[in-house]
């Protein structure tokens, strides 16, 4: 890589952290991030460019109704129960990759999971 090529480079990892994790290839996490990036592309397009996994929901305008939401759609998607109460508990969407891995791991280890 050349000198301008590795400014780009940079420059782009450190304005978009987020599009760098998703590259990781992290199922988990791009399902999740995707789900959240739609909701505040929805409500609050300017603030996109602050989502990451550790940007506090609270600071991309995301309320407990849109937390629920896109709770329901992870259930769903990975066919799985997300009891309110550890809903409440998450503050970005690494807490969330976080349990879903817990959670996913827990049911594979189940009968018939």
């Not at 929901?57 to 896109?70: A, P, T």
């Given at each position: 890589m050349n000198g301008a090529s590795e400014w780009v480079s940079g420059v782009a990892d450190e304005v978009m952290p987020h599009e760098a994790e998703v590259a990781m290839g992290n199922t988990i996490y791009e399902t999740v991030y995707e789900l959240f990036k739609r909701q505040v592309t929805e409500r609050a397009p300017k603030k996109i460019s602050l989502l990451s996994a550790e940007t506090p929901?609270?600071?991309?305008?995301?309320?407990?109704?849109?937390?629920?939401?896109?709770a329901m759609d992870l259930e769903d998607h990975f066919d799985l129960f997300i009891p309110?109460?550890?809903?409440?508990?998450?503050?970005?969407?690494?807490?969330?990759?976080?349990?879903?891995?817990?959670?996913?791991a827990k049911k594979s280890d189940q009968p018939g999971g």
């Open positions: 929901f609270d600071d991309v305008g995301m309320d407990s109704l849109e937390k629920l939401s896109v309110d109460e550890d809903i409440g508990m998450f503050t970005n969407i690494q807490d969330i990759v976080n349990y879903l891995e817990l959670a996913i």
